[in-house]
């Protein structure tokens, strides 16, 4: 089975200062990795994705997460915050075995507030 | 291009009642997913569909939901009898195919509450 953890249910951080939100996850193989944003009253919105190759990936809104296959993680960062980053952020993954079914697992989510 | 639309957005009905979801994914897009998000809970995944087939529907709850792709296209999940602990939002999702690395596109969810 696979699972996600996203260890911070809440994250703070100044305007213009550096952001992380924290992943790790655990499948029997090789992953594939996901980073979702999801504002208020609207669906999920995909940021970035890693496949394979390498370990930092970039994605949307200046977002870029890194890939460790030694510590399981896929951390989420960003060099600057903006306030309008503040969102619940979720990590999922997907197990790059098995056949037609391929749902993702998600972790239960990290509220970023980003203080002006 | 157009997003993945789900109707309705809220719904409030009392335990025991039926309720059903509508959703249209992307054009083109094969391969449909239903999830359920309960509040302070990343999505979980309900069912997906591959055209108009059943791939997963391991985690489905059979003895009150049950969904329906015809034509391959839109879908419709129902809920009968609704429990109060099916309060949640209902979240489609579509993808081009069912390629493991393809990302899903999600639409704005249908909140339903359950009395």
């Known amino acids: 089975a696979q699972s996600v953890a996203q260890p911070e249910d809440q994250v703070n951080v100044a305007e213009g200062n550096p952001l992380t939100v924290k992943c790790t996850y655990s499948?029997?193989?090789?992953?594939?990795l996901f980073w979702y944003v999801q504002y208020p009253n609207r669906g999920l919105q995909f940021l970035l994705k890693?496949?394979?190759?390498?370990?930092l990936v970039k994605g949307s809104y200046g977002f870029e997460a890194e890939f460790n296959k030694s510590q399981t993680s896929f951390h989420l960062k960003k060099p600057s915050a903006l306030v309008s980053d503040s969102a619940l952020y979720f990590c999922?993954?997907?197990?790059?075995?098995?056949?037609?079914?391929?749902?993702?697992?998600f972790g239960k989510g990290t509220h970023l507030i980003i203080q002006p | 291009e157009a997003g993945v639309a789900q109707s309705p957005r809220y719904k409030i009905i009392e335990k025991r009642q039926s309720v059903a979801f509508w959703c249209n994914p992307i054009?083109?897009?094969?391969?449909l997913y239903w999830y359920q998000q309960i509040l302070g809970q990343g999505p979980k995944l309900l069912i997906q569909?591959?055209?108009?087939?059943?791939?997963?529907d391991s985690q489905l709850p059979k003895d009150r939901f049950s969904a329906e792709r015809l034509k391959g296209v839109d879908s419709t999940l129902k809920i009968q009898p609704a429990k109060l602990e099916d309060s949640a939002v209902y979240l489609c999702?579509?993808?081009?195919?069912?390629?493991?690395?393809?990302?899903?596109?999600f639409g704005p969810g249908t909140r339903l509450l359950v009395l």
């Open positions: 999702a579509s993808s081009l195919s069912s390629g493991r690395e393809r990302a899903q596109y």
């Open positions: 054009s083109g897009h094969a391969t």
């Open positions: 569909f591959q055209n108009n087939g059943v791939v997963d």
């Open positions: 499948v029997s193989g090789n992953p594939y």
């Open positions: 890693y496949i394979t190759g390498d370990n």
């Open positions: 999922a993954v997907r197990d790059k075995s098995g056949g037609g079914a391929d749902g993702l697992t």
